[in-house]
């Protein structure tokens, strides 16, 4: 989850290696497009658009522009460069590569693309009217301006046409990404939207962010939902809205009955935004209490290096039941949340460490040890917010349940990989818990 690179010209410079630009720019005017005072997209991976290698060649002072207008997502590029020449490798065809880019969305003339700033600034709006509005005027970190998060379900239009004008973007944002079935109505779309004035006066609607969640049927009579893509657009991110998309997902899960709510591979970051609502969330729950004190007690009082086994530590079958009835949250992510829940329990924490360590252990070389990697065609860009964490995610594979192979013949150094997991899992949850008490008492 680094730095992005920049996509090379240089055609010595080693193969292997993704070459990445930042060269787009989000705009909504053309004054704005003019005045260079859009949105610069960083960071977007090209590699798939430029061959195998993820390169350019040919071009001497090469110099890409694009713009994306954030009320219609049409796209307008200009290519301007010195001079040409093939040395051997060809010259690569950048007007065909940057249509592959943005498809259907894309702008020849400058001249056109300014004017879907006014012919096609109510195509977001068209798209809402045909949905069902779930909340507005909710509470964000800018509490005064106008905020809607509503629902369109795909197979209707409207919903199709407006996915796949934000489908470039996700491309562009995100390594191993796909579209998702528009014509099927088990995929629905969240979006997260503002309502606005322009210069005109006219009313006019922006697209914040969106989740794209698919309803799966669970045995005998109930469905499960699955969150598997959700982005905040640039300009909007470190606002808060990607954790309010999700919060408004529980609220979903929970209000229609819903089995439970999954998420496809979560990266870290978002996991990390997954556990600053989720902690909370069981804190309050009756039924959990009782039993994190109980293990708190056993933490306190036992010995846990003269066990075999810490199983008996993990939150009872009657409470993980009665969490995903109330609450939707699935055995996996309760159970990631109850090593955190214990964690906050614990006081002084400090004195009873190599007891919890011990716990962590056990539960990181039970989820990794000889289990099959489930982290393949997942790219994330991370974000800075309030909590230190933001998130740009897709998944393209497996689901939630698959965890990361630690594969090692040699002994000695299979013990140092999983002792290096625990390092970083108690770092993990105690930088988590830490944030969780600071916004409980901010």
Not at 346 to 368: C, G, H, Q, W
Request: proline letters at 3%; hydrophobic letters at 35%.
């Amino acid at each position: 989850m680094g730095q992005k690179q920049q996509l090379s010209t240089d055609s010595t410079i080693d193969s292997k290696k993704k070459r990445r630009v930042n060269f787009a720019t989000t705009v909504s005017s053309k004054e704005e497009a003019e005045a260079g005072t859009g949105h610069q997209i960083d960071p977007i991976d090209l590699n798939q658009f430029f061959g195998e290698d993820g390169k350019i060649y040919g071009y001497q002072g090469l110099k890409i522009v694009v713009w994306v207008s954030t009320l219609s997502f049409h796209a307008y590029t200009d290519i301007t460069y010195e001079s040409t020449s093939d040395r051997g490798k060809g010259i690569t065809d950048l007007k065909a590569a940057l249509q592959d880019m943005f498809a259907e969305n894309i702008v020849e003339k400058k001249d056109d693309f300014f004017l879907t700033f006014s012919t096609e600034k109510q195509c977001i709006s068209s798209a809402v009217s045909k949905g069902e509005k779930l909340e507005q005027n909710i509470s964000t970190d800018n509490s005064d301006i106008n905020i809607e998060i509503v629902r369109l379900v795909m197979g209707d239009m409207s919903a199709g046409l407006l996915y796949s004008r934000v489908v470039p973007l996700v491309l562009l944002l995100v390594d191993g990404s796909n579209p998702i079935d528009v014509t099927d109505s088990n995929w629905e779309m969240y979006i997260i939207v503002q309502k606005t004035t322009d210069q005109q006066g006219d009313n006019a609607t922006k697209l914040l962010g969106f989740a794209a969640s698919y309803r799966f049927f669970h045995y005998p009579d109930s469905l499960r939902l699955r969150l598997s893509q959700i982005l905040v657009l640039p300009p909007y991110q470190q606002k808060g809205y990607g954790r309010r998309l999700l919060e408004l997902l529980n609220h979903v899960t929970i209000s229609e009955n819903v089995y439970d709510l999954t998420v496809e591979e979560p990266v870290d970051s978002l996991q990390h935004i997954r556990y600053y609502i989720d902690v909370p969330r069981l804190r309050a729950c009756n039924s959990v209490k009782p039993a994190v004190d109980a293990v708190v007690l056993s933490l306190k009082e036992a010995n846990l290096s003269k066990r075999t086994q810490t199983s008996q530590l993990l939150p009872p079958l009657a409470v993980v039941d009665d969490v995903r009835k109330s609450l939707k949250i699935n055995k996996k992510q309760f159970t990631q949340c109850w090593e955190i829940l214990i964690y906050m329990s614990l006081s002084p924490a400090d004195k009873y460490m190599e007891n919890y360590r011990i716990f962590i252990t056990d539960r990181v070389k039970a989820n990794v040890i000889g289990k099959d990697s489930g982290t393949k065609e997942k790219r994330v860009v991370d974000i800075p917010n309030a909590f230190g964490e933001s998130f740009v995610m897709y998944k393209s594979g497996d689901n939630e349940d698959s965890n990361v192979n630690v594969v090692d013949e040699d002994e000695k150094n299979q013990e140092e990989q999983l002792q290096k997991l625990v390092d970083e899992r108690m770092k993990e949850i105690e930088s988590i818990a830490q944030k969780i008490s600071a916004e409980n008492h901010g």
